[in-house]
């Protein structure tokens, strides 16, 4: 468990990582940095905060894969053993992701940092991408006094940007705990995770899916009131249906659950084992599970079910012109009223 | 010749004694003054007991046969109080601590056109289970409590002062100068303790009042030397305090907050830490930013649904973020 609240950068190194130069382009390489960037309280509060905002909304477990090559996490413990290792070893990470990236990665920045978290040493890594901005910047022109607008379109991190891949490493018994975020792509972009740290997700986001159902119906099968348990299990299968493939929770709980019940829902998730954020979605281990029927009629009244609940025990029958007769034939369980 | 070993044996007795007098009121200290902070009451206990000279003088001039168990001022703690109103429930808090023996209000002596020193006296002794084994030579000690306020206090350590120690006599009419004053403590008190009651029924006052600790906290245990904005804090306090509806605004403090601060002290300290480094957001320096981050921790989505509308999103967003709590 990696409680990133307690997340302190003492020394931060930067290196430039260019773009890779097209053909016909005249070669470029990375600028490496030969000592940490100086010593600034603002500048490291700045990126603690960033890693923590976008692990805690993107964060996913990472580990190192065996079937990689393990030059990425031989930089990172070396690292976590001994902080001197600093500038040399990162100074070879920026060079290995410069090696990775392609013509589609653009020019930015490698941020490597060493701290701590409680009492554990700690390794912070950023990936920042090219932001823009603008500044007005006092001018006399002709003696009058004036503001130009010069657009700045090399900015590295603002507090809005979203060009942003990083991950955090503590030292554990059996080598490393990690969290990975990319607040680019769903889950975490391959050529970051695997081909530059040589890392995998410690869980599917099959596993991860499977375990937000599991948890949410867990949560809305407690719930004492009828009517909310029917909303929100279709608010869930409906989110777990849709075309997107990644799942928000946050923004997920905020439009589809009363405000009184999301600390219950956030809760129950977290106990299920889903980190509370954003997760790609794939529901290939529950698809069976996720498939309703719902039937909707003129009155307001809805009859939803699972699909072969409903094959079993429900028969529609033509009753004239655009009406039906519906007949469920089953065990009365609870019955309910309001108002 | 005979008063020369009349005092000295007086004297003698009494050095044999104090040590445990001594012990006495340190034990009632203790007791008073964690009874009264945890009654969030305001105001501030002190003990002493008598001197030796002091003792042996009253002893012989006032004729006493047996002085120690007569005088009953020698172990003396005295309560003194900000507030009028709270003289009530600390004469209170005296008899729940210790076996009152006997208690005076110095007010039903006076009569309605007279005025005079106010204050309560109660003569006590350590209830049973106080005293332990180690300490029984204090269970049938005496020790005489004074509850008066601030300013009754100062009246009477200013007429002791100039009415009765000096050596020569003060003449009656110089007397008059300092007891007129008395009236004024009257006054005082009365005029401070409607004010309370006044402002307490101003809007947002309680509310306000209930960050005090928090303020304490800020100055004291992180070190944040940054002088709240009141008005932050008014309609801050305003929003925030209904989310914790089955506390009263003055127990928020003792019945949630305190433990949580300790709790959370290190992921606090970070925090503090950041903003002080970075200055970008007002509130994150305030003392309702305990309050801001208990909620994220423990019903965030109530308290992003009572944001107030004049006090920018974007800084709730930044302290949720900050937090590692997400956006909602």
Known sequence: MIDLQLLRLQTLIIHRVPKKAGQGEAAVAPTLSDAPTPDRADVKAFFQRRVRAAIAEHGLPIEPDPARDHFGADAIEAMLGDANELTPQSRGLAARLFDVQDLRNTAGLLVVGVGTVGDRRAIALMKLEHDSGIRAEERRIGGQLTFEVVVHDDLLLTPHTQLFKGAVFLPAEDGVEALGADLQVPGIADFFLEDFLGFRLVETAAVTTERLLDAGERWIAGLPDPEKQARYEIALLAQLQSAQRRMNLPAFAQASIDVNDRQGFREAVQAGGVRWGTFQMDTTAVESRIKRVAYSFASGIKLVGKRDAMEAHVRVERAGESRARVTVEDELDRVHSHG | ?328
């Open chain 2, 1 to 328: 010749m005979a008063d020369r070993l009349a005092y000295a044996d007086i004297y003698a007795a009494f050095k044999n004694e104090r040590a445990t007098y001594e012990k006495l009121v340190e034990r009632v200290v203790v007791l008073l003054k964690g009874a009264i902070k945890q009654a969030g009451i305001a105001g501030e206990v002190k003990g002493r007991t008598k001197d030796l000279a002091s003792f042996a003088t009253k002893a012989l001039l006032g004729g006493y046969a047996d002085p120690l168990n007569e005088i009953g001022d020698i172990a003396g703690v005295r309560i003194s109080l900000v507030y009028e109103d709270d003289v009530e429930a600390a004469t209170d808090l005296v008899r729940e601590c210790l076996y009152v023996v006997r208690s005076e209000s110095k007010l039903d002596a006076l009569a309605f056109n007279e005025f005079g020193y106010l204050g309560v006296h109660c003569d006590a002794r350590l209830r049973d289970g106080d005293a332990v084994d180690s300490d029984a030579d204090l269970a049938d000690r005496r020790v005489e409590v004074q509850i008066r306020t601030l300013v009754q206090s100062a009246w009477a350590e200013v007429s002791h002062e100039k009415l009765y120690k000096p050596a020569a006599g003060v003449p009656d009419e110089l007397k008059r100068q300092i007891y007129r004053l008395v009236a004024l403590v009257e006054l005082f008190d009365s005029e401070v303790s409607r004010f309370t009651q006044l402002a307490a029924q101003t809007p947002g006052y309680r509310e306000a009042e209930a960050l005090r600790p928090l303020a304490d906290e800020l100055l004291q245990r992180f070190d944040i030397r940054v002088r709240p904005d009141r008005y932050l804090s008014l309609v801050m306090a305003a929003a925030l305090l209904p989310l914790y509806e089955e506390v009263a605004p003055d127990a928020l403090y003792e019945e949630v907050m305190r433990k949580w601060i300790e709790d959370n002290e290190d992921a606090l300290r970070v925090q503090f830490e950041e903003a002080a480094a970075l200055r970008t957001n007002p509130l994150a320096l305030q003392p309702e930013s305990f309050l801001i981050f208990e909620r994220l921790t423990n019903d965030q989505a109530r308290l992003h649904d009572v944001w107030p509308e004049t006090i920018p999103l974007s800084w709730y967003e930044e302290l949720a973020a900050a937090w590692g709590h997400g956006h909602t």
